[in-house]
């Protein structure tokens, strides 16, 4: 018997080694691209969805075209249960057709490749390959490893239904619906038929060509052949959602209760099919709780509902501009799609760089006259693209080809490159050879239905040699532009100038490397004043290589006009003080907004580097009290946002909210706090934010003026805020209401909650109000009727909701701490843990005195507290067992408060860093060097 054990072992043993042996020279044999000697050449594809138990069958007759002979095929599957006696294959060029099982299989998890082999001869010929297969429908929320996910909403009746649709939140997420050769490259067509329940509208990417009747519940739909496309293309969508018809052939899909806040939404995605003169198809779906990667499928366009919504009520003007941004990016690289596909995943940078930079050149100001996009692309892309490139974000447009093939490398090609540092790039290349010249190059691009990045250069190429207005020398496109998309990090150039009898000003290349860069340089100077000639001069630059050139004594110099190139540039102490008083002089739109929006964002990134004096910056910044601009308004509220961390550190921000205020005032007496039909977009955005950051500094008049605005409104409903003013308006006027008015705003919680409507928004609104909660706290008010804050309490999501919102805005406050922690059995929502509260206090207090004060409390806090749990409840259970347990309970006391304790360090740790980063670029006043005397 021993010997049979010892024989079974050592048998098992060598199988196991056999078997890993064959798997690594299986995996050997995998190319990618995958083989070329087997290509899908039509799909067949049965599945039968059953939402109710979360699973799916699937079955598919893929027609093959097998060019070598060969005994095994490679595809592509994730998380499918083959049905492996159910794979076969059999030659459709034979009059006699037999089937031929495979007789061994393999799936190789870190490739997601199926393995099969046939101990047969498959001879060059064409085949038909059939599998059967089971999958899962996973929850949005939860694994990602369905074929199909499926969401949950609630629709206008109040009742549960479910979303359901082919896993697209993966690139490469089809591969979990059924088994094929998923590769940019490979094309195919499909024909698609889904059995479901009859309760389910479903759609794919073509139109359904006929119903079919199943049994009294079932029913299988049918669809029309796709045009020969790659498998990631494909998608099919379950649901029960209403439809509205946006044009001819478009049409989207919402719930019924957004069907109001989708109406601007209809009209972009009219607007943009109109312009693109789109005539294929178009189905887009408004998907709760989607998780959107950006892929846009052939003919379905899906998009999480909170992207697209607009509320005229609750949002502002500047949300527009995002939502069509989306909608524009997706059916224009949509379009793309259906003509040029990348030949593999890490060239799809180009396609969305293409997509971006024509569509926010072509179409945007046809749909929103007058939002002057290219000027915003500058700002809002080209500059946080910088921006995320400086902190080391961001990789190489280029690195992703000498990644692997795993699931992980392909998804991550979809970041922060992916979307804007490629259109920056483009754009660049755009004005280096010219509108005319790039449109013709993309022209010939799309002739080929599949490409890579050094098609579009070599298109480029022959637009910019067969140009008769480019002036010789000619440029190699492919070496000029290959540094920018395989370096990680970006040029800086650094200008000095000679303020001589001889004025002349170098450039030179600061982070020098072994690379040659191309950089388009363009230049201007105060006596040649000309921001608009953008055909740049390309300087190769290489270790400390530079460029030369005269100006006048007295002149300043600008580099890189309207920011055409993908660099900062840095000036001498003395231009930079010259461009400071020009700025702050009347003739400052003399300078393009797009450089004097540069020059702000540029300032901003060499001061946070510590290369230039922090009074510099904030002498440029005074010039904006003159400014009406938002372009050139946008990198200044970018930089208020990034140092914005400091403001509620009261001793070491208070001078900097000085300064800050100084510019807003005086802009907002100019251009007022009302809004009229006349005012531009540019107005409209740029009052919204400055009269957001006048309130958040505190700014006395900008909250009287919302408290104004409030109680005109709550005396007459009929005067609403307007669009995107509804947030501002209720929160700072609440922040000095008295009594009356937060009892008319909890009035209207009140009714909403007994309703049953969303009380989430005016429940933030009351919490701005430190009076209110201070006195929800202590229950003791000659004006408030304690039922106001137990309706609160007895609502559980509202209590811990209105707890967290006044922590995160009022904890900072000593009082408001205070109030808490010597109340804290009524400041404490019930329905959380003390550690979770205490946590969640200490996320959001700002001094070392505050932390003092949790850990005094922590000290004297009843320990059993912490657990939610009193040892009297023990009582009934044995003396051992009470013992276990009552020693397990101060165990873990002791672990709770040491977490707390810890946590506490690591806050004053992050306060401290903050603290002394700010102090370290800034000082703790706006003192330094001042630029006083303009005219020396």
Known sequence: MELFKLLFNVMFIMASVSKKMFLTEVCAKINYPLEKYVVPKHYKIKLEVDIEKNIFHGKSNVNITIYEQTRTIFLHSICLDIIENATTIENIDMRKRTKHIADTYFYIEKMEVTYIYFNYDLTPGNYTLNMEYMGIISDMSGSDMGGFFKTPFINEKGDREWFVGTRNNWATGIRQTFPCWDEPGIKATFKIIVQHHKKYTVLSNTHYAKRVRVNDDIVETHFEETPAMPAYLVAIVLCNLPETIVSKNVTLRGKQQFEHDLKFTSRVMANVTNQLNIYPMQQHFAVPGLIDDGMAKWGLILYRDEDIIYDEERDNVARKMIITCLIGRKITRQWLSSTTRPSWWSHFWLNEGIATVLFASKIIDKIIPNTRMSDLFVVQILQESLYLDGQGIMEPLTSWEQKGNMISDINSIFSFSYYIKAPAILRMLQHIVGDQVFLIGTDIYLQKQSATPDDFWTAMQIAYNESSTIISPKINITEMIYPWISQDHYPVLNVTCNYNNESHFTVRMKNASKTRWWIPLTSTTQSYNNFYNTSPTIVAFKDKVS????????????????????????????????????LNSKNYTN???????????????FTMMSQLNASIFWELARYLSQETEYVAWYPMIKAIERISYIFPFLNESKHFKMIILEQLEP???????????????????????????????????????????????????????????????YCNGLSIANETVLISVYDMYAKENLSGKDTKINLEFLACSKHFYINSIILKSEYYDEKMFEDIREETIDNINFFHYNVAKHARDNLVLDHILENWERAKPKEISVTTALIDIINHVYSKEQLDKIKKFVKNIKRDSLLEFSACSLKSINSKLFRETREFIKNRVIELISDIHNKIDVRLSQIENQKNTFVSVFGISPAGRKIEDCNA
């Open 547 to 582: 460029s030369s050139r005269p100006f006048k004594e007295d002149d300043w110099i600008i580099e890189n006009l309207q920011q055409i190139g993908y660099y900062r540039v840095n000036y001498d102490t003395e231009n930079w003080r010259r461009i400071v008083c020009y």
């Open 591 to 605: 300078i393009h907004v797009l450089n004097r929006a540069q020059i702000i964002d540029d300032a901003f990134y």
């Open 667 to 729: 802009f907002l007496q100019t251009i007022g706090y009302n809004e009229n039909r006349n005012n531009s977009y540019s107005i409209k955005c740029l009052r919204q934010e400055a009269v957001k950051w006048a309130c958040v500094l505190n700014d006395s008049s900008c909250k009287t003026m919302a408290l104004n605005k409030l109680q005109q409104h709550l005396t007459n409903p009929v005067h609403k805020p307007l669009p995107g003013w509804k947030k501002w308006t």
